[in-house]
């Protein structure tokens, strides 16, 4: 039975011991607590068949060569499901992690950076969450921040914490929210962090238990949600382009006026022809970061992305709709944090010479002439 954490248990992480990677007698003796922690959680937590979760071994931060810091012990718990040829790596899938450090003991929903670059891009797949269902987690936040006492919670990337209070609870997230920016998806951590203070948890004894299985069950549908969440790079680019809806007639560019109104007219004419091409249109003078503005943002085979640059006429030595649509293609790019391959990129004109339909063939740019 998990009687509780003592003060020496803490103390096997203290910053000045952090440097080693040892796996010496005072951490070997927390490691065992944290295994009997985890066989008590497993015991109540499993009583109820409904939890998706499923837990990994504590974690063997020790003794590794690539472990330069020891801070902390985790008992991970991620999707099922998910055991490959070198085991459950759950760092590349969303899960929750209960660790002991120094001075604190959390309880995170973490996803981290590597479960965007590696695996099923859930850090994207949250931010589609984020848009479809943010009630879900501000409700498992609210929940989370009632949930017991003495207890701190912190939503966002790791670098840009936010910390959710009773009294301005509502405030906190949408300013959390607001934080998590999509072109940071796939270099830092997503994170809510409940910590509890080392002094109450001492004083909790084997109550951590409950503590701890409330909390999981709380968060545990959130991982489900993430895992389960379905195609985001459309909702992904409405949130990158919030404007992206509107049709504006008369959007600023450096070209003579009345060649930009036949822009705008042979644009308005080419989107309802653009579904008998396998296209349909998710945005319109779309701005990137940089200020650039692509023409259209389009969606084929389901769920592809496809940037395209319009012209009314493309002659021979007009190279300047070929180049956009490759800087809007590499644009795209970075913002998805797809490789360029997945990216269309295309020319479209009613008209396109020869010579530059070889240029862009060359360079995988798409060049559809239709005429309205």
């Not at 395209?308 to 790019?333: C, D, H, P, W």
Request: charged residues 30%; proline residues 5%; glycine residues 4%.
């Amino acid at each position: 039975m998990f009687t509780g954490f003592v003060e020496e248990d803490f103390k096997a992480f203290a910053k000045y011991k952090a440097g080693s990677n040892e796996y010496n007698v005072e951490r070997k003796t927390v490691w065992n607590k944290m295994k009997v922690l985890m066989n008590e959680i497993n015991h109540r937590l499993y009583q109820n068949r409904n939890i998706y979760v499923r837990p990994y071994r504590v974690s063997p931060y020790w003794p590794s060569v690539r472990k330069k810091e020891v801070h902390c012990i985790w008992l991970p718990y991620g999707p099922p499901n998910r055991v490959g040829k070198h085991g459950y790596t759950y760092q590349i899938y969303p899960h929750i992690s209960l660790g002991i450090f120094y001075d604190r003991f959390e309880i995170d929903f973490l996803i981290p950076d590597m479960a965007e670059r590696y695996r099923g891009r859930y850090q994207s797949k949250f931010l589609t969450l984020i848009l479809k269902n943010r009630h879900m987690i501000r409700e498992s936040l609210l929940q989370l921040l009632k949930s017991a006492h003495s207890k701190m919670l912190y939503f966002g990337f790791n670098d840009a914490l936010v910390e959710l209070r009773h009294r301005t609870f509502l405030t906190d997230f949408e300013q959390a929210v607001k934080n998590i920016e999509p072109t940071r998806i796939g270099k830092d951590w997503i994170i809510i962090s409940c910590e509890l203070e080392r002094d109450h948890v001492i004083k909790l004894k084997g109550e951590i238990v409950e503590l701890a299985v409330s909390s999981m069950r709380i968060l545990s549908p959130l991982v489900r949600a993430v895992v389960d969440s379905e195609s985001f790079d459309r909702q992904l680019i409405r949130l990158l382009f919030p404007k992206s809806q509107s049709h504006p007639k008369n959007s600023p560019k450096r070209v003579r006026r009345t060649q930009r109104k036949k822009e705008i007219k042979y644009v308005e004419e080419l989107i309802p022809k653009l579904p008998e091409y396998g296209f349909s249109v998710l945005g319109q003078e779309c701005e990137f970061p940089t200020g650039d503005k692509v023409d259209l943002i389009l969606t084929y085979n389901k769920n592809r992305i496809a940037v395209a640059e319009v012209e009314t006429e493309v002659g021979k030595n007009n190279i300047k709709g070929f180049l956009q649509s490759l800087k809007y293609r590499a644009l795209m790019s970075g913002i998805l944090g797809k490789p360029l391959h997945e990216i269309k990129a295309l020319l479209i004109s009613k008209r396109i010479h020869k010579t530059i339909k070889t240029l862009c063939k060359k360079f995988d740019v798409v060049c559809m002439e239709i005429k309205v």
